[in-house]
């Protein structure tokens, strides 16, 4: 596409109308949107459904204009527009139950060429993956919206058009949709209008949301405004009571509530209240008037019992929530239909203190128990929900809860600390969700198994353990005691770090962090780096023997990191060749999690890491070895090794849809790797850098670059500095950067 083309916005509306007989269903409509996500909301009945339609082509307009891209599209057919480069997500789904997923998919496919293929479907969706052979009419309601999703997805379309994509939805769904979204906000190649009711979806997806009323764009106007402000959404969208109609305020900024209005709100109530709705139906521009008898019926009365009422409705509401908020809470988990008694010990301990507590089942036996977050609640948040988690199989039961508990863990914005008590498997079952918690959060679990080696259950994590010494199975003197120690600690914690936190605030202001790799042979180049940035950032250099590239990734997960320079990602060497010092299948996740401003290299691909000579595998014996000390040997990858790392990371960076640039030292990737040194090989290196770009989609946001110098080199130091700085002079404002 040339840049006169690329510079016309993705789509532009202007005046459009249309009529439903002698209905003004849109009524000049005008509305334009660049490159991004552009959220639309309104009530129902409002037009947004016929505007969709509309630039479809599906209705035709009266007047005005729709143009994609600066081409004149307004009337043309829809299968015209869609091979143009208009994707649509009809309201509904509209699936053939015929069809099969895989079907359904291939049909999609092919009709535009572009990085969406079915095989990054079904990357992008395992679930459809799994259910590739079943019809369209045997798909949850979830699946059938990921199907939709995908199958628009498919025609690699300029402009997408997403009417509704998550009504009806789970909570679980729509977060899934709903982070789908973000991502695909970041990528510039794609230009997205969702139309939506769901007002924490459409503010969290999209910068500023337009607000359609009466068939007309009514405002525009920030997401942060509208999703703070109740009020707010209850005057222009009908969230909540709907006292009145106030919707159509014109396009000024929104008006004060009027006095008289506001007194009577204030009024202490002396006697209850009737409230009359005069459309106890939400009204459209088609309603007909409400017989008197029916305004009536529905009239509400106000007292003191309904307001309690009310306000036990909007606690539940809050509690089915996607993110818990409020005052920080210390999380008291565990198998509470077996360590009944002894969390509740440590919970009413860990409250003396002042603290609120919330104490969570992660029971797997399926009975009930008094406590604030039910097993069958936590349950919820697997794929699968609770039949996989309340299940015959008790392994894999454990299995199940322990992920459904850090889904959970991983949504809650208020944790102010966390503690367990249990054996081996109550243990299994929380320390993974611990794992989930942001660095620096207190994690306590008092355990039988603590006295062993407990790296299974702590990672790359700060967890603390404590040795129960006797069985946690009843309260006796020596489990008061250890319990009382776990609690009063917890509690310690928990409120040190407040009061550090509020001095922290009030004090200096802190450089941003930036996480570093380095190996032995990658040292100069990460001492080049830290010297040039240590003024403006605090550098963090982590040791890439597999547990360091865990620990750094831990802290971008828990938003502790403004941007990485993984200069040296040898981990994957070992991973995939059977090294001493492998990272885990997650490498790289966090990046592709948070989008945090990523800047990667190729360090230390070179090698692969062993133990003394003896124990290097049978199948390497006569490899190209350099013995770095009697406890350590290092052995050359081969050009197929390079080729496959290169494959595993550029899977991995195609999934990044943050700030990208992963650069290739074309003089050498290590200090071994240089002329003269015993792991020079330029034809194993370009199979890398071959392998690399010919599997990563470069995007405007993700970009690889050949560098004709040395990793080790100052030359290549200042390009990656060149490349970080600017990321991080636009840091986006990232959700949930702790989860």
């Known amino acids: 596409m040339n840049d006169v083309r690329r510079s016309a916005p993705a789509l532009e509306v202007r005046g459009l109308d249309v009529y439903y007989g002698h209905s003004h269903a849109l009524q000049g409509v005008d509305l334009r949107l660049d490159s991004g996500v552009f959220s639309l909301v309104g009530r129902n009945g409002m037009g947004k459904t016929t505007l969709c339609k509309g630039i479809m082509g599906l209705l035709r307009p009266s007047a005005g204009t729709v143009r994609l891209r600066g081409n004149d599209i307004t009337g043309l057919n829809p299968a015209r527009i869609a091979r143009l480069g208009v994707g649509y997500v009809p309201q509904g789904r509209r699936l053939w139950r015929s069809l099969s997923v895989d079907e359904h998919l291939r049909l999609a496919a092919g009709l535009r060429r572009g990085a969406w293929t079915v095989e990054r479907v079904y990357e992008t969706f395992p679930r459809l993956a799994e259910r590739r052979n079943n019809g369209g009419g045997q798909l949850s309601g979830g699946e059938q919206q990921m199907l939709a999703i995908s199958r628009a997805l498919l025609t690699n379309p300029q402009l997408l058009i997403m009417d509704e994509p998550t009504e009806g939805l789970a909570p679980v769904i729509v977060a899934q949709v709903e982070e789908m979204l973000i991502r695909l906000s970041q990528d510039g190649d794609m230009a997205v209008l969702v139309i939506e009711q769901n007002i924490g979806v459409a503010t969290a997806i999209s910068s500023r949301v337009a ?143 002042g603290l609120r507590t ?159 790799t380095m190996f032995g042979v990658t040292t100069p180049a990460v001492q080049k780096l830290t010297a040039e940035l240590r003024d403006d950032y605090e550098c963090l250099v982590f040791h890439a023997t597999g547990v360091g590239g865990r620990s750094m990734e831990k802290l971008v997960d828990s938003g502790m990191l403004a941007g990485v320079i993984d200069l040296t990602t040898t981990e994957v060497c070992d991973l995939l060749m059977g090294g001493v010092f492998p990272a885990t299948e997650d490498r790289f996740g966090a990046i592709i999690r948070t989008r945090v401003p990523y800047v990667g290299s190729v360090g230390a691909l070179d090698m692969v890491n062993f133990g003394a000579p003896e124990t290097i595998p049978e199948r390497y014996r006569g490899r190209k070895f350099h013995v770095h000390n009697p406890q350590v040997t290092l052995m050359r990858t081969t050009a197929a090794e390079n080729a496959q790392m290169g494959r595993w990371i550029g899977e991995r960076l195609n999934r990044m849809d943050g700030s990208v640039r992963f650069l290739l030292p074309e003089k050498g990737i290590s200090a071994l790797d ?66």
């Open 211 to 353: 607000i359609m009323v009466n068939g007309r764009i009514n405002r525009i106007i920030d997401s942060a405004r509208l999703a703070a402000d109740r009020e707010l959404q209850q005057r222009l969208l009908g969230v909540g009571q709907h006292a009145g109609d106030e919707t159509d305020l014109g396009t000024g900024e929104v008006q004060e509530m009027p006095a008289a209005r506001a007194a009577v709100s204030t009024t202490p109530k002396a006697a209850p209240v009737k409230v009359y709705v005069s459309n106890p139906v939400l009204p459209t521009r088609w309603s007909q008037p409400v017989p008197i008898a029916q305004i009536e019926a529905k009239a509400r009365t106000l007292s003191a019992s309904v307001s309690r009422l009310d306000e036990a409705a909007r606690q539940g509401r809050e509690r089915a929530a996607p993110i818990t908020s409020g005052p920080p809470a210390v999380i008291v988990a565990g198998t509470l239909d077996t360590k009944g008694d002894e969390l509740r010990f440590i919970r009413d301990l860990v409250a003396s203190h």
């Open 674 to 739: 240089a002329p003269g040194q015993p792991f020079f090989d330029r034809e194993a290196d370009e199979a890398l850098f071959r392998s690399l770009e010919q599997t990563v989609r470069q995007t405007s946001s993700r970009r690889l670059i050949r560098v004709p110098h040395h990793i080790n080199d100052n030359e290549f130091a200042a390009v990656v500095v060149g490349a970080i700085r600017p990321m991080l002079g636009r840091l986006p404002a990232r959700r949930r950067q702790a989860r």
């Open 358 to 516: 919330r104490l969570v089942d992660v029971s797997t036996s399926g009975r009930h128990t008094s406590c604030d977050v039910s097993a069958q609640e936590i349950a919820l948040n697997h794929p699968r929900g609770g039949p996989a988690v309340f299940g015959a199989d008790r392994g894999a039961s454990v299995t199940a809860m322990a992920d459904a508990f850090g889904r959970w863990l991983r949504r809650q914005d208020n944790v102010a600390g966390i503690i367990s008590a249990g054996g081996s498997g109550g243990t299994s079952l929380v320390a993974p969700g611990m794992r989930e918690l942001p660095v620096g959060v207190p994690k306590l679990i008092i355990s039988s198994v603590a006295s062993g080696d407990v790296g299974a259950y702590v990672g790359p994590a700060d967890i603390a353990m404590m040795y129960s010494v006797t069985d946690v199975q009843g309260l006796n003197s020596i489990s008061r005691a250890v319990l009382s120690n776990g609690a009063h600690a917890l509690a310690g914690m928990v409120m040190a770090r407040e009061r550090q936190s509020a001095v922290a605030d009030s004090t200096r202001p802190q450089r941003p962090a930036i996480g570093i």
